[in-house]
């Protein structure tokens, strides 16, 4: 098995991962998304994480949030992403919790 990193750094893959894909190309893919958000919630952290785990879960609410500009408000693709957005930090919260 990889590790959580391996797994979730392959998102931001150009070719493969749904990280890469919405950011080098614009492309949406709704398996990939929902494999990203599996993976992500599969998630379990102790009382600390590495350095890398945190760079790679900091960066994909900002990330999607980016997306957000390119895409015209109100619009199918908008709406993919802010829910994938609002899934990512609702997540994210759960799996690291909050200061």
Avoid at 15 to 44: H, K, M
Avoid at 52 to 57: D, G, V
């Amino acid at each position: 098995m990889t590790s959580a990193e391996e797994r979730l750094g392959s998102e931001y893959d150009l070719d493969t991962g749904f990280i890469g894909r919405l950011r080098g190309e614009l492309i949406f893919d709704e398996d990939r998304a929902e494999r990203y958000l599996s993976e992500l919630a599969s998630l379990e952290v102790g009382d600390s994480i590495s350095l890398e785990l945190a760079q790679i879960i900091w960066h994909l609410p900002v990330m999607l949030s980016w997306q957000l500009d390119w895409a015209e408000p109100g619009s199918y693709r908008y709406k993919q992403i802010e829910s994938v957005l609002n899934r990512t930090v609702y997540i994210l919260t759960d799996v690291i919790g909050v200061p």
